[in-house]
């Protein structure tokens, strides 16, 4: 791997890890809910990212993990050269996963909305905590 | 030891309950509620079966292996039942069957109709027998994600609040997933094995800045799934608001994956790892004192048991820094809980219902005039706050006992401590609920099906306090023997 590729590499996989933190910030400190499920979609997204690197490790170039009746010597250079295919498994469920969830949050949010009318769960989990206090519950 | 492979009858656990959601859906279509309702116990039947079954075969010395497709790991996913698994798996299964016979008398509350709870409720047994068997730290993921999307979804069925309560633990739970996945795809690309034979918390941790950032996510996340102080913020809300059925799984049976996976992956816990063993014990004692503090000062019931489940859930992450005999007596413990607080949430939900508020000054004397489900929430109490002839009395103890021999003089001090300032509202609650009535409360007539929960989980109960001391026995050797367990179930399968 040459210098101009690797220092790519570097440069990929920081701004991933700074998207990560920035999205994890981002569903701790917003309120507005809404902008909390698309701050989580956005760790989702890197974190997928950074899983399909995993794949890639140490091996440049590589080849799509496809074996065509290789044979003889063949076989070990495509053991050489190939991604590795688990990682990318496992970046395809993690997005299934995360569509389902993103699913959820969402209808969630509307019925949320549908009844509040305010997007901040925050607050009226406080103003139950108020009610309760008043023995009103 | 006696490893049979393969064994489809963990297949059928983890997906007869997923199957039958497919099954649902027709029903749903075909607008037959009938047919749903039998589908539910069909699958559901099915599922507690087999578990009785698997527990059997594993008590009778076999440890049963399926790997999916035939594949060995680390590429392919293999379902293990050692005796552990297997108690977990009965014991969890049957709180969520439990459960589901106290859940018609709710579904009233609920914001959607019955086929959403049932098959909501099928996930997420589906989702439980995953991680109980499961040994993939990507599988763990998955499953836990099954588990987790299940509940969040039970809690925001009960119209009201409850949907502000599942937005909260789902914004924050689906972080935590992430970072579990995360730390499973660094661990593969550090290690080259997900497979928890493969895998070692501490291995991981020696291999430079990288390991020790992952080990510290993994531990995170799944302490976020089991409630661990500080991370325990999701869990007032959520246990208090949903469906009472739901509090009860939620509050037994989910809260225990976590710590229950830490262990499958090392059977000393933590205690090996310097600091990491440190901070979970910061963590656990000063949540067990938090928890402890809030109980006393909550107004509505819920959320007393709530903290009670914060404060157990730190006496279990004690046990796991306190070496195999920690990490047994800690099993133990969260056995005993799951079982208490299941049917602690369920009979208070019947005397909630009936009386229309969580306070607990309106709740005064509402316990006498329903004394059938006042007898059995006075015996689940009495067996959290640890008095003899319940289990909760033995686990303490053993979890005590564990510590202070360990040397963990501190987390011992303060399990004792909290378990007397948790005693007092405990004690608080029982006096309210017991105190001759203030003002008429109409009695209610306690359907057939509601008494058939509550007392089968009294059984149960019954049943654990009869086999515990023995359990810590078999625990503990089924630790020591784990790994070898993991060697020979990737030996038998390639």
Not at chain 1, 102 to 126: H, N, P
Not at chain 2, 164 to 182: I, T
Not at chain 2, 260 to 276: E, K, N, P, Q
Request: with cysteine; proline share 4%; net charge neutral.
């Amino acid at each position: 791997m040459n210098e101009v590729n690797l220092f790519l590499l570097n440069l990929a996989i920081a701004s991933l890890l700074i998207s990560v933190g920035t999205g994890i910030a981002g569903t701790i400190l917003k309120r507005n809910v809404v902008k909390k499920v698309i701050c989580l979609g956005m760790v989702s997204d890197a974190v997928a990212v950074l899983l399909a690197f995993i794949g890639f490790r140490v091996k440049y170039p590589s080849l799509p993990p496809v074996w065509l009746f290789k044979e003889g010597d063949e076989v070990e250079h495509a053991l050489r050269v190939f991604a590795d295919p688990l990682p990318q498994a496992l970046v395809v469920t993690s997005i299934i996963i995360g569509v389902a969830f993103t699913l959820f949050l969402s209808v969630a949010v509307v019925k949320f909305y549908e009844d509040y009318g305010t997007l901040s769960f925050e607050k009226v989990l406080e103003e139950v905590e108020g009610e309760v206090e008043e023995g009103i519950e | 030891m006696q490893v049979t492979s393969p064994a489809p009858s963990l297949c059928v656990v983890v997906l007869a309950p997923v199957i039958t959601v497919f099954m649902l859906l027709v029903a749903k279509v075909m607008r037959n509620d009938s047919l749903a309702t039998a589908l539910f116990w069909g699958g559901l039947a099915t599922q507690l079966a087999v578990s009785v079954l698997v527990a059997l075969r594993v008590f009778a010395g076999e440890v049963l292996v399926y790997a999916f497709g035939g594949w060995p790991p680390p590429a392919g996913v293999v379902l293990i039942a050692n005796r552990v698994a297997g108690v977990f798996l009965l014991a969890g299964i049957t709180v969520v069957f439990a459960c589901a016979v106290a859940l018609k008398w709710f579904l009233r509350d609920m914001r959607d109709d019955s086929v959403a709870a049932y098959a909501f409720t099928l996930l997420f047994a589906s989702g439980y027998a995953g991680v109980v068997l499961t040994t993939d730290l990507f599988n763990i993921y998955v499953m836990m994600e099954l588990l987790c999307i299940s509940s969040y979804a039970l809690i925001s069925l009960k119209k009201g609040r409850a949907v502000a309560a599942a937005l909260k633990y789902a914004v924050f739970g689906g972080l935590a997933g992430l970072m579990l996945a995360l730390s499973a795809g660094v661990v593969y690309g550090l290690n080259g094995s997900m497979y928890f034979g493969d895998v070692s918390l501490a291995g991981v941790a020696s291999l430079g800045a990288a390991g020790g950032v992952v080990v510290l996510m993994t531990v995170w996340s799944l302490s976020f799934f089991s409630a661990l102080f500080p991370s325990h913020f999701w869990l007032p809300d959520a246990h208090s608001e949903a469906a009472p059925p739901f509090s009860a799984i939620l509050s037994g049976v989910s809260i225990l994956t976590g710590f229950y996976v830490l262990v499958r992956l090392s059977a000393a816990g933590l205690s090996h790892m310097g600091f990491m063993a440190s901070l979970i014990q910061v963590l656990a004692q000063a949540g067990a004192i938090y928890a402890a503090v809030a109980m006393l000062v909550q107004r509505d019931i819920k959320r007393v048991l709530a903290y009670s489940t914060v404060l157990n859930t730190a006496y279990v992450f004690m046990g796991l820094t306190a070496g195999v005999d920690g990490v047994s007596a800690a099993l133990l413990h969260a056995l005993t809980h799951a079982l208490g607080k299941a049917l602690a949430f369920l009979s208070i939900g019947m005397i909630v219902k009936q009386v229309g508020s969580r306070d607990i000054y309106v709740l005064e004397g509402a316990g006498r005039a329903v004394p059938i489900v006042l007898i059995p929430l006075t015996a689940s109490i009495l067996n959290l706050v640890g008095v003899p002839p319940f289990p909760g009395f033995v686990s303490k103890v053993t979890l005590y006992k564990a510590l202070m021999t360990h040397g963990s003089l501190s987390a011992a001090l303060v399990l004792v401590l909290t378990s007397g300032i948790a005693a007092l509202s405990y004690v608080r609650l029982l006096e309210h609920l017991w105190h001759p009535p203030v003002k008429r409360v109409g009695v209610p007539k306690l359907p057939l099906t509601m008494s058939f929960a509550i007392y089968g989980l009294m059984a149960a109960m019954v049943l654990l306090s009869v086999v515990c001391t023995s359990l810590v026995r078999i625990f503990n050797d089924a630790l020591v023997a784990q790994h070898t367990v993991y060697s020979l179930a990737k030996l038998v399968v390639s």
